[in-house]
T-cell receptor, first 110, second 114 residues
Framework: GNSVTQMEGPVTLSEEAFLTINCTYTATGYPSLFWYVQYPGEGLQLLLKATKADDKGSNKGFEATYRKETTSFHLEKGSVQVSDSAVYFCALFGAQKLVFGQGTRLTINP | SQTIHQWPATLVQPVGSPLSLECTVEGTSNPNLYWYRQAAGRGLQLLFYSVGIGQISSEVPQNLSASRPQDRQFILSSKKLLLSDSGFYLC?????????????FGDGTRLSIL
């Protein structure tokens, strides 16, 4: 079945550091890929998405590229801020269902 | 624009009591609807999804049930809650016309079972 594996957290960085959160997937066919973000006490918000190989999703300084050859969708940001502290979920859509990774808790220290 | 409402935001219930969580979507028609549970420090587990009125697919056998009495209303229920039902419950919707559509989440209900 479809599955998503995320980099284990928690991840703690200093402000302005470079961020990478790894995400790899297993799926049949060509699923759409998403990153969601959950701020403390809130629901999930869509951060970015990519629907086909080599697509790059981007939003709020975050980027992720759909890599079919490595079945990956790693999340990156060049310079993180304290306000980026949240839990990040990688997900794929297949068979009418969204399958989530376990989430990676990110804490940014000033 | 489309909005999704979930209530209540928090709920404390004794073991063995019934449960009803409600979710409604506005500004769209025939959405796909979803219920997820997020246990503390863990990822999201899909509980139920619905592609139309009266159509419910269950992902995990448990003492919870879901119903969709109207196009934009999705209800999560239980007749007798267990301690293991504690968690953060999230409702979501997506455009039912295509698989590439992202899901949009409500603010969640934090359920504590005592």
């Amino acid at each position: 079945g479809n599955s998503v594996t995320q980099m284990e957290g928690p991840v703690t960085l200093s402000e302005e550091a470079f961020l990478t959160i790894n995400c790899t997937y297993t799926a049949t066919g060509y699923p759409s890929l998403f990153w969601y973000v959950q701020y403390p006490g809130e629901g999930l918000q869509l951060l970015l998405k990519a629907t086909k190989a080599d697509d790059k999703g981007s939003n709020k300084g975050f980027e992720a590229t759909y890599r079919k050859e490595t079945t990956s969708f790693h999340l990156e940001k060049g310079s993180v801020q304290v306000s980026d502290s949240a839990v990040y979920f990688c997900a794929l859509f297949g068979a009418q269902k969204l399958v989530f990774g376990q989430g990676t808790r990110l804490t940014i220290n000033p | 624009s489309q909005t999704i409402h979930q209530w209540p935001a928090t709920l404390v219930q004794p073991v063995g009591s019934p449960l009803s969580l409600e979710c409604t979507v506005e500004g769209t028609s025939n959405p796909n609807l979803y219920w997820y549970r997020q246990a503390a420090g863990r990822g999201l587990q899909l509980l139920f999804y619905s592609v139309g009125i009266g159509q419910i697919s269950s992902e995990v056998p448990q003492n919870l049930s879901a119903s969709r009495p109207q196009d934009r209303q999705f209800i999560l229920s239980s007749k007798k809650l267990l301690l293991s039902d504690s968690g953060f419950y999230l409702c979501a919707w997506s455009d039912g016309t295509g698989g590439n559509q992202p899901q949009h989440f409500g603010d969640g209900t934090r359920l504590s079972i005592l």
